[in-house]
């Protein structure tokens, strides 16, 4: 188990720059895992969706670590290259692993019982992506959860962002809407076809891009980030020990 620490806020040094990040830990009685999780393109570490992924999932045993990518920091609204978001994704887990004392590898799984706490990345859309591809390249960590993986731009559906995904050997957790407009639900499922790691993908009814739903659907988006939020601690519990 990591020592528990109350909120901290860094600055995380990325090559010459540096981006802000917090973390926060769970309100839930046990700290089951700490999840990095990253913004989307039009985001923040700061945002409406951001805030509201974060406060369920804390509810629900997670220790939440939000930050900035080198953009949102220069407060540009143009994302960074693919390769320095995932820079910087690798130097705010670099920062997590020494300021919580979680292990840089868990190929001693051994000596640790199955209640000890697991490092989980991703997050929203974009962020989500970045993440995805460390994943691809082997980061080290105990699984990856997506929040609206951006399958392809919104109305070209023929650009898929899915060749790396098949290279992907930790499990996987994904949530996506079926109104989301980034994700067809067909083309995601036939990219899975090629994935052999263990990957849950959850179809939110209803939602959006966002995980807002419509008022006719009888469920708000508390009600969803709440079942996002359940869904993922269960997840948690059960990913075994990497060895």
Known sequence: MSKQVSKQEWTV??????????????????????????????GSMSDRGMLASANALR??????????????EKKSSRPDAMPKLMETVAAVVARVREELGLRESRSLAS???????KLIIGGRSMGGR??????????????????????HPAGQPEKLRDAHLSKITMPVLAFSGTRDALCTRSLMERALETVNTPWQMRWIDGADHGFHVLKSSGK?????MQEIARVSSEWVIELPARV
Do not use: I, W
């Open 13 to 42: 040094a990325v090559g010459e720059a540096s981006v802000s990040a917090v973390y926060e830990p769970a309100t839930a009685t046990e700290q089951l895992a700490v999840f990095v999780c990253a913004h989307g393109a039009g």
């Open 59 to 72: 509810a629900r045993g997670f220790g939440v670590v939000r930050f900035n990518f080198l953009y949102k």
């Open 111 to 117: 000596a640790r019982d199955d209640k000890s706490e």
């Open 130 to 151: 970045a993440c995805s591809m460390l994943a691809a390249e082997g980061f080290d960590a105990d699984g990856l959860l997506l929040l609206a993986y951006p399958l």
């Open 220 to 224: 708000t988006d508390d009600d969803v």
